[in-house]
Each structure stands twice: as structure tokens, then as C-alpha cells.
């Protein structure tokens, strides 16, 4: 088999949560065009239809999967439908990541619990779920989508970080758990991207030289240079990768 050959996902079945637009629909579109049957994840089922759109005009397959994430029962009933409709799940790409960047001091209890809720704790719960779909095939790739954000932060933001790292956590406890059943757990890191959530920081003048000073590479990171680190870990490529953190920032966390 050459190297090329094992970038394909031909056959496998993903979930990619939070995928109608930005970062996640680019993982979709990628884990689509290598050969997955991609199931995308949101909220609101008109983005979700488009996307799905997209993935099949580039002759990839894909269907939507409209739920919250954060709402457990509709997660166990799409955990229900994947199994019941394809008997497997290859590929998991918990993506969804709420952003809600206020100093600690202004959080309230219940929106900690919110917040952590979608970030983290509905990521681990599904991953659970989807493993023992996985372990049947002796057969998965768990992909959390983290951040930069807590292993440096931003003035003014707590919770959000803190959800990130909890994720990072929890992807090296899988790591070791799911490891002996042949499902591999791994991160990556994404830096400032220009999604549409940043449109307006992104097209922001005034932010450039701050950006050209803390970011090697001088720009903003565009959507689709996510894909290939989500390709790469989802197949066999990375079939001996496992618990590690892909950092895609264009080097912004290691600059002095
Ligand atoms: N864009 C960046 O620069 C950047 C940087 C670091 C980390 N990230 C992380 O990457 C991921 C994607 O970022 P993005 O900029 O593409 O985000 P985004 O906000 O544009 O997209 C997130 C998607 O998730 C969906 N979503 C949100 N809450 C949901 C829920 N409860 N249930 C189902 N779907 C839900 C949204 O509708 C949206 O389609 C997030 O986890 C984010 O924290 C992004
Ligand atoms: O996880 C993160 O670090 C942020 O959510 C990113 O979305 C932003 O790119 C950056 O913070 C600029 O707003």
C-alpha cells in the first residue's frame, strides 16, 4: 500500500459535529473527498442541507444530522440513528465549540455550566458513545478540535479556555482507554482563523500589526488549511498517533 493509499477513508463512516460552516465544514468536506461518508452535525438544518450539498456537487456523500449537541437525549438518538442506518462509526470529530469570553468575575453559575457543557462535557459523553460503536470494529479516530486558547490565553477569558484544555484531558485519557481496541484520540489546536465567527476581527485594519508580530507566518490561518491535519489524523496515515495535540497556528504559540 503506498503512503497515498492510506490517507483513504473509503468505506468508513464520520461525525463531525458543528460542521455546517467554518473549521468543521472544511474537515467534513476533506474526510468527503478522501472517500467517508460524512454525517454533518449543527443546529440549524438549512446550513446544515448546504453543506451537505456542497460535499455531494464535489461527488463526496454526506447526509445532516441536525441536533444540540449539548442536549443528551438528542445525542443518544442520533447515536441511535448512525448504528441503526450504517451498523458502524469510523471517525469522530467533535468540533463544536461555543465561544463566551468574559472575565471570570462576570460568569455566573449557570452559565459556567452552560458553556462547559457544550464545550466539553457533551464532546465526552458522545465520544463514550461513539467508542463503543468503534470498539465493535476494533476500529476509530476520536478528533477533538481544542485551541490555542489555554495553553496561552486572552485577557479576559476563563471558561472557554479552561472547556479547551478539559478537552485535551480527556483526548489523552482516551488515548490510553481506547488505545487497546484500536480507536486512536488526538487533538488539534487551531490558532486565529478567519471563520465566519471572525469575519470581524479578521477583515479589522487595525488588528494587522498585531497580527504580522505574534503570527510567524503574518497572516490569519484560512478555513480550509484545517483540512489536512484532520485528514491525516481521521486515517491510516496516523494509524500509529495517538494521544497527541496538532498544533495548526502558523506558529503563533511558539513565538517569543
Ligand atoms: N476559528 C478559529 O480561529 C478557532 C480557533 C481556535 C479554536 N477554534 C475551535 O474550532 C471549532 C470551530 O470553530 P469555527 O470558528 O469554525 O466555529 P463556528 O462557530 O463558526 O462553527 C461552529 C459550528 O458549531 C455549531 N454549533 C454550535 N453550538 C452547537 C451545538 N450546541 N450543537 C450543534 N452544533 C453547534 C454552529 O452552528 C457552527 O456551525 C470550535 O470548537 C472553536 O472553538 C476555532
Ligand atoms: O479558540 C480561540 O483561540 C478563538 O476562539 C479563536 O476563535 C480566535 O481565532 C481568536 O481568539 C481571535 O478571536
Known sequence: MSVLDRFSLVGQVALVTGGGRGLGFEMARALAEAGAHVIVNGRTAATLEGAVRTIRAAGGTAEAAAFDIADRDAQRAAMADIDKIHGRLDILINNVGARDRRPLAEFDDDAIIELLRTDLAAAMTLS???????????????IAVTSISGHVVMPGDCVYPAAKQGLTGLMRGMAVEFGPHGITSNAIAPGWFATETNAAMAANEELMPFVRQRIPVQRWGRPEEIAGAALFLASDA???VNGHVLTVDGGMTVRM
Open 238 to 240: 496516523a494509524s500509529f
Open 128 to 142: 463514550r458513545d461513539a467508542a463503543v460503536l468503534m470498539k465493535r470494529r476494533n476500529h476509530g479516530r476520536l
